[in-house]
């Protein structure tokens, strides 16, 4: 299992950058400094992890995650390499986003003065999640009429009753009765 869940400080805005091709891909990098729970004299106070957001969580970031916001990031853990321009080998570590909150309100982000006003906010697109009337559609299934009031939309035809098996009574010890001509245990229910 790879899971790995941070709640952090972004360290600067996120860096969108979209991927070549003809269907490019957004790919969000930010970095957060989580603090540490322990630490020891001359010790850091905090570790910083690297993010990358794909597609729409990139996107996400770029557009709302601000500098000395607090977030929380769940992910996987990546191990990558590369080789730099004097030919040597570097290693990153990287936490790949799969889901990604705010952690705090915006008016505890506002009053620490890390939402920059400059920043418009933009509009959220709101999606109409109104149940729309079915058509109307000729249902044979048969109602009683004791029940669907006339013009109810249902064809008037009484429910036609099923006879149900008798249920057999327990006998008054309260144990359930067997049946007693089973033969071999092929013929056992369970």
């Known amino acids: ?13 996120p860096e969108v ?7 490019g891909t957004a790919v969000g990098r930010y970095s957060i400094a989580v603090n540490r729970s322990y ?39 990546r191990n990558g390499s590369y080789t730099d321009r004097d030919g040597n080998k570097r290693y990153t570590t990287d936490v790949i986003v799969t889901e990604q909150y705010f952690a705090e309100s915006r008016s505890s982000s506002e009053s620490r003065g890390s939402y920059q ?3 418009q906010p933009q509009p959220v ?8 009337a079915p058509a109307q559609q000729n249902y044979q299934q048969p109602v009683n009429q004791d ?36 033969e071999g245990d092929e013929d056992l229910p369970f």
């Open 125 to 132: 697109q709101q999606q109409n999640y109104q149940q729309q």
């Open 147 to 182: 029940f669907a009031p006339a013009g109810a939309g249902y064809p008037a035809q009484p429910v036609q009753q099923q006879a149900m098996p008798p249920v057999q009574q327990a006998p008054a010890d309260g144990f359930m009765p067997i049946d007693t001509d089973i």
């Open 117 to 119: 006003q400059s920043a």
């Open 1 to 13: 299992m790879n899971k790995v869940i941070l709640m952090g400080r972004l360290t600067k805005d």
């Open 39 to 77: 630490r020891r004299d001359g010790e850091p106070d905090a570790d910083f992890f690297n993010i990358v957001a794909f597609g729409n969580r990139g996107e996400f970031a770029g557009k709302y995650f601000k500098k000395g916001m607090m977030v929380a990031v769940v992910g996987e853990l």
């Open 17 to 23: 950058r979209y991927s070549q091709g003809s269907n």
